[in-house]
Antibody
Framework: EMQLVESGGGLVQPGGSLRLSCVASGFPFSSYSMFWVRQVPGKGLLWVSRISHDGSSTTYADSVKGRFTISRDNDNNTLYLQMHSLRAEDTAVYYC????????????WGKGTTVTVSS | DIVMTQSPVSLSVTPGEPASISCSSSQSLLHHDGNNYLDWYLQKPGQSPQLLIYLGSNRASGVPDRFSGSGSGTDFTLKISRVEAEDVGIYYC?????????FGGGTKVEIK
């Protein structure tokens, strides 16, 4: 069974940092690009970032560019999202997601990890 | 960025009746490969989103055939032929044609 399990969420003060992790299983992780998608509670979905299968290429939403860094460890089937300079508006559930190449529809989603930015 | 607009915002449907959700994009989602890069997702209460339809009209594995997607270019429709109680949740369209990938605002479907 294909599975994505996120962790690392929590309560952090504005301006603080947090690193999210996502462990993949049930599919060849190193063959797939990966996404982070977030959702403010009660609101819609926002794509945050993408990383290529080998980590050589990354893309970010403008709202997080320069503050967030996506990375991966293919030896350990793990995706990361390092978040710095966190703001209240970054408060959300963060989902790890697998896009199906080459059409990039998201066919595997994690259950999400909650990040709360508040003093 | 491609802006995705969904309507209606909410829908209350009698079980067994049909439902239809519209999604429009600010730019054409028709790729030169002939595919429309438009997907539909359902987020059931308390769950992560799940893929329903990809490339405009292809049902994902395990999705009941009462769900269908249609449209091309900038205008798309998700239809449920006969709504069931398990179909409640928020439906989102998404374009994966270019980054940033963008989602519609969602359509909440409730059962009368």
């Amino acid at each position: 069974e294909m599975q994505l399990v996120e962790s690392g969420g929590g309560l952090v003060q504005p301006g603080g940092s947090l690193r999210l992790s996502c462990v993949a299983s049930g599919f060849p992780f190193s063959s797939y690009s990966m996404f982070w998608v977030r959702q403010v509670p009660g609101k819609g979905l926002l794509w945050v970032s993408r990383i290529s299968h080998d980590g050589s290429s990354t893309t970010y939403a403008d709202s997080v560019k320069g503050r967030f860094t996506i990375s991966r460890d293919n030896d350990n089937n793990t995706l990361y999202l390092q978040m710095h300079s966190l703001r209240a508006e970054d408060t959300a559930v963060y989902y790890c997601a697998r896009p199906f190449y080459p059409f990039y529809y998201i066919d595997v989603w994690g259950k999400g990890t909650t990040v709360t930015v508040s003093s | 960025d491609i802006v995705m607009t969904q309507s209606p915002v909410s829908l209350s449907v009698t079980p067994g009746e049909p439902a239809s959700i519209s999604c429009s994009s600010s730019q054409s989602l028709l790729h030169h490969d002939g595919n429309n890069y438009l997907d539909w997702y359902l987020q059931k209460p308390g769950q992560s989103p799940q893929l329903l339809i990809y490339l405009g009209s292809n049902r994902a594995s395990g999705v009941p055939d009462r769900f269908s997607g249609s449209g091309s270019g900038t205008d798309f429709t998700l239809k449920i032929s006969r709504v069931e109680a398990e179909d409640v949740g928020i439906y989102y369209c998404m374009q994966p044609l270019q980054t940033p990938l963008t989602f519609g605002g969602g359509t909440k479907v409730e059962i009368k």
